[in-house]
């Protein structure tokens, strides 16, 4: 594994380099795409299957959305503006750390985990995001989750054990699976948990320099049989996601470099 790391750690600094030389637009319009993406397959996890004209109608401020379809847009709206969040407070995060000398800490708390949920579910905000009081009877994930007065002792077993110094001196994108994991297990709101779960991972991510990933909608079988079966498989599927993130991205941004090197020669 720490070959891989090795190579993989290779791979991110390139593809940093290749943002860096892109014009700023153009890598806006691809994170733009990356995060419709993102929506598309984070909701195809959770078995809703989103065309891409409701996406962009959702997203686009331009295009006027069928009434009929606004509560479903308010939930992709509210997915978009949690995907900012997360960058905006992993990157945030980033420079704070960069910043210190000496051990750095978890910043990770139970109100970061509120908040998550409260962007995606912004009609909770009001009553206080309370957890779960039962266990729901039809439901996606079928994986063993926390009986409904054990959640707020495993939320905060969970802050702890990101504080450890054990999980501190895990490779990142291991120690965001794990964390990912270990929120699934708690499943702590009826609605979004599975969301709030990859968010959390990828903000994990994204403060430790590695580019988000996404889950596919391919591999939605693989996902709930490793939550169902033990943590250790889905180390390697978001280490694989992870490949393909950093993979897809370098290919996109070489291809400009290209088609740029190409006009210049031809002017």
Same mark, same amino acid.
Not at 5 to 27: N, P, S
Not at 103 to 126: G, R, V, W, Y
Not at 256 to 266: V, Y
């Given at each position: 594994?720490?070959?891989?790391?090795?190579?993989?750690?290779?791979?991110?600094?390139?593809?940093?380099?290749? !943002?860096?030389?892109?014009?700023?637009?153009?890598?806006?319009?691809?994170?733009?795409?990356?995060?419709?993406? =993102?929506?598309?397959?984070?909701?195809?996890?959770?078995?809703?299957?989103?065309?891409?004209?409701?996406l962009k109608a959702a997203i686009d401020k331009k295009i006027i959305s069928d009434v009929t379809l606004i509560p479903m847009y308010e939930e992709i709206k509210n997915h978009k503006h949690a995907i900012e969040q997360v960058r905006q407070i992993a990157r945030a995060w980033a420079v704070e750390n960069a910043t210190k000398k000496g051990k750095k800490k978890n910043q990770i708390t139970l109100d970061t985990l509120k908040l998550l949920?409260?962007?995606?579910?912004?009609? /909770?905000?009001?009553?206080?995001?309370?957890?779960?009081?039962?266990?729901?009877?039809?439901?996606?994930?079928?994986?063993?989750?926390?009986?409904?007065?054990?959640?707020?002792?495993?939320?905060?077993?969970?802050?702890? =054990?990101?504080?450890?110094? /054990?999980?501190?001196?895990?490779?990142?994108?291991?120690?965001?699976?794990?964390?990912?994991?270990?929120?699934?297990?708690?499943?702590? =709101?009826?609605?979004?948990?599975?969301?709030?779960? !990859?968010?959390?991972?990828?903000?994990?991510?994204?403060?430790?320099?590695?580019?988000?990933?996404?889950?596919?909608?391919?591999?939605?079988?693989?996902?709930?049989?490793?939550?169902?079966?033990?943590?250790?498989?889905?180390?390697?599927?978001?280490?694989?996601?992870?490949?393909?993130?950093?993979?897809?991205?370098?290919?996109?941004?070489?291809?400009?470099?290209?088609?740029?090197?190409?006009?210049?020669?031809?002017?």
């Amino acid at each position: 594994m720490e070959t891989t790391l090795f190579g993989m750690d290779h791979k991110i600094d390139q593809l940093r380099e290749l !943002r860096m030389r892109t014009a700023t637009g153009l890598v806006h319009d691809y994170d733009e795409k990356f995060d419709v993406s =993102w929506i598309y397959h984070d909701n195809a996890l959770e078995g809703v299957v989103l065309s891409y004209h409701e996406l962009k109608a959702a997203i686009d401020k331009k295009i006027i959305s069928d009434v009929t379809l606004i509560p479903m847009y308010e939930e992709i709206k509210n997915h978009k503006h949690a995907i900012e969040q997360v960058r905006q407070i992993a990157r945030a995060w980033a420079v704070e750390n960069a910043t210190k000398k000496g051990k750095k800490k978890n910043q990770i708390t139970l109100d970061t985990l509120k908040l998550l949920h409260t962007l995606l579910t912004p009609e /909770e905000k009001a009553k206080g995001n309370p957890f779960r009081k039962d266990n729901p009877l039809h439901r996606l994930y079928f994986h063993e989750i926390s009986q409904p007065d054990k959640i707020t002792l495993r939320m905060r077993k969970l802050v702890e =054990w990101l504080d450890e110094e /054990e999980t501190l001196n895990m490779n990142p994108v291991e120690r965001a699976a794990r964390a990912h994991y270990r929120f699934m297990s708690i499943y702590p =709101w009826p609605k979004n948990s599975g969301k709030v779960a !990859r968010l959390l991972m990828n903000l994990m991510l994204v403060r430790d320099g590695f580019p988000p990933i996404v889950i596919h909608a391919i591999e939605r079988q693989r996902y709930y049989d490793v939550l169902r079966n033990e943590s250790a498989g889905l180390i390697p599927l978001v280490f694989e996601s992870m490949e393909n993130a950093i993979e897809t991205s370098t290919r996109y941004f070489t291809e400009l470099q290209e088609a740029r090197r190409l006009t210049r020669r031809s002017a």
